[in-house]
């Protein structure tokens, strides 16, 4: 092979070189700034491309994705004067890549720079309480304060989370005996609560214990009541229907003599079980003769015949 065949071959790899050189295909989600003897020539979006040899050049390679950026640590001062390590994770996208580009130097190292001195502002304006209880305002704090700061530099501040607020040893000591006295504060009311309650349902029942019983009774009383009632008006119906039989009866033909005998009768038994019950008895003269006693009842009943 003679020497121009070398230089012809040799020429061809480096055209070949520099044309591949030139080819630049860009991802999706991805942005290439391009410069031209030194200045801004465009933007390069998703796809094929094809760059001028020699002058033109990509200077910057942008993801257009969301990017999470871990805030490290950091020693913040509470309102109260406590010292707690604040650390976060700040999520940001780049809106122009021209501005994120040319604007900074370095926009991700400056966003997490406002973000830490943000949270410091924050966090000095709240008590060691108020800052677990503020996680939502601290964020918004922040995502508004680095956002505003960052729209010159093209990237756009999507979200801000705290991670963790981590006091020292001897406040989460206290913080813990306080969370123990707390729970057992709760605890004790709730039990009181319940043995109150407990009480109420015991004195409620006896209550209706008592009111049941006294109904009871009550209606026992008028039932008893209305028992002796109806005893007595027909022990006095059956006495008036004897009595209305009896007057018809004397009434009656022989009536008169009926009622003697009976009352004779009724004498001489009772006499009789006075005699046995008493040694010495006291006889009126008059009654010694039945048919005086007799015509005594007979007397009595002709009067109140009449």
Same mark, same amino acid.
């Given at each position: 092979?003679?020497?121009?065949?070398?230089?012809?071959?040799?020429?061809?790899?480096?055209?070949?070189?520099?044309?591949?050189?030139?080819?630049?295909?860009?991802?999706?989600?991805?942005?290439?700034?391009?410069?031209?003897?030194?200045?801004?020539?465009?933007?390069?979006?998703?796809?094929?491309?094809?760059?001028?040899?020699?002058?033109?050049?990509?200077?910057?390679?942008?993801?257009?994705?969301?990017?999470?950026?871990?805030?490290?640590?950091?020693?913040?001062?509470?309102?109260?004067?406590?010292?707690?390590?604040?650390?976060?994770?700040?999520?940001?996208?780049?809106?122009?890549?021209?501005?994120?580009?040319?604007?900074?130097?370095?926009?991700?190292?400056?966003?997490?720079?406002?973000?830490?001195?943000?949270?410091?502002?924050?966090?000095?304006?709240?008590?060691?309480?108020?800052?677990?209880?503020?996680?939502?305002?601290?964020?918004?704090?922040?995502?508004?304060?680095?956002?505003?700061?960052?729209?010159?530099?093209?990237?756009?501040?999507?979200?801000?989370?705290?991670?963790?607020?981590?006091?020292?040893?001897?406040?989460?000591?206290?913080?813990?005996?306080?969370?123990?006295?707390? !729970? +057992?504060?709760?605890?004790? %009311?709730? &039990?009181?609560? /319940?043995?109150?309650?407990?009480?109420?349902? @015991? #004195? $409620?029942?006896?209550?209706?214990?008592?009111?049941?019983?006294?109904?009871?009774?009550?209606?026992?009383?008028?039932?008893?009541?209305?028992?002796?009632?109806?005893?007595?008006?027909?022990?006095?119906?059956?006495?008036?229907?004897?009595? !209305? +039989?009896?007057?018809?009866? %004397?009434? &009656?033909?022989? /009536?008169?003599?009926?009622?003697?005998?009976? @009352? #004779? $009768?009724?004498?001489?038994?009772?006499?009789?079980?006075?005699?046995?019950?008493?040694?010495?008895?006291?006889?009126?003269?008059?009654?010694?003769?039945?048919?005086?006693?007799?015509?005594?009842?007979?007397?009595?009943?002709?009067?109140?015949?009449?």
């Amino acid at each position: 092979m003679d020497a121009q065949s070398i230089v012809l071959i040799a020429v061809i790899v480096i055209v070949a070189i520099i044309l591949i050189s030139c080819i630049k295909i860009v991802p999706q989600r991805s942005a290439y700034i391009v410069e031209r003897l030194g200045k801004y020539n465009g933007t390069l979006t998703a796809g094929f491309h094809f760059l001028m040899p020699f002058l033109d050049k990509v200077s910057y390679k942008h993801t257009l994705k969301e990017a999470a950026i871990d805030v490290a640590s950091q020693s913040c001062i509470t309102k109260d004067n406590i010292a707690v390590e604040v650390d976060g994770v700040l999520y940001l996208q780049i809106i122009d890549p021209k501005k994120a580009s040319y604007g900074i130097d370095n926009y991700g190292f400056a966003a997490i720079q406002i973000a830490q001195t943000t949270m410091r502002s924050v966090i000095g304006r709240l008590d060691l309480d108020k800052t677990f209880e503020e996680r939502e305002t601290i964020n918004t704090s922040i995502v508004e304060a680095v956002d505003k700061a960052s729209d010159p530099w093209g990237v756009k501040i999507t979200r801000y989370e705290v991670k963790n607020i981590t006091p020292p040893q001897s406040i989460k000591d206290a913080m813990e005996k306080q969370m123990r006295a707390e !729970r +057992e504060k709760r605890a004790m %009311i709730a &039990e009181s609560e /319940g043995q109150k309650q407990a009480k109420i349902n @015991v #004195a $409620e029942g006896d209550k209706q214990e008592l009111i049941a019983k006294s109904e009871g009774e009550k209606q026992k009383r008028i039932n008893e009541a209305e028992g002796k009632a109806a005893e007595i008006e027909f022990v006095a119906s059956a006495t008036a229907k004897g009595i !209305r +039989e009896i007057a018809l009866a %004397i009434n &009656e033909k022989g /009536g008169i003599d009926a009622v003697n005998l009976r @009352v #004779a $009768e009724q004498y001489l038994g009772e006499f009789g079980k006075l005699a046995k019950t008493n040694n010495t008895m006291i006889i009126p003269s008059n009654m010694s003769d039945v048919s005086s006693i007799i015509a005594t009842a007979t007397s009595v009943l002709e009067q109140t015949k009449k």
